[in-house]
């Protein structure tokens, strides 16, 4: 399976996705790519979601979030954001990864969300799509799987985040109706 980027799709996402596929990191992760481009297409490709009535945008926590996508997105989020301490990504990463989880999802013993019936529940602050939601997920795990692939490895647990991520997005295109 290749990424697929449809021709329609706006440069936010054009430019985001050849710049998270640059390293051949696999089928499981390109499969992440396509269902990710798929979520934003299910919105509209919307780079920044506005507020509608009441509501505000959806956004990620930025507690715990690895310190790469604060200086990514101050870069304009282009460039890969190297990865010196893959350990200390890992854990940075799971941390943010799991302030972001709705309560109902819970946690294993290792402290990574469980994988449960999705069906009519509120997913929070993982809703956030747009240039602030999604992408900078999908980057900090293109980064991590880059850096691993340079140490001539791919984790598990790599392999692990990027099953649960796919699982999430395809639980929220589901939501959305895509």
Known sequence: MEIMCPDDAPAWIREGVEELSANE???????????????????????DPQ?????????????????????????YRTGRMDVKNV????SKWWK???LNQPAWRGCRTDGRPEREDA???????????????FLSVVATLYWWGSAEQENGDT???????????TWVVGELI?????
């Open 174 to 178: 589901l939501g959305v109706g895509a």
């Open 25 to 47: 990191l696999g089928p499981e992760y390109r499969r992440l790519v396509n269902m990710y481009i798929a979520l934003e297409r299910a919105h509209g490709f919307v780079k």
């Open 119 to 133: 069906r009519g529940r509120s997913w929070g602050h993982l809703l956030a799509h747009g240039q602030n939601g």
């Open 96 to 98: 943010w990864w799991a």
């Open 155 to 165: 984790s598990a647990v790599w392999l692990d985040a990027v099953r649960d991520v």
């Open 87 to 90: 350990p200390a990504f890992e």
């Open 51 to 75: 507020p509608t009535g009441n509501n505000k945008p959806v956004k990620l926590v930025t507690g715990s979030r690895p310190p790469e996508v604060g200086l990514w997105i101050k870069r």
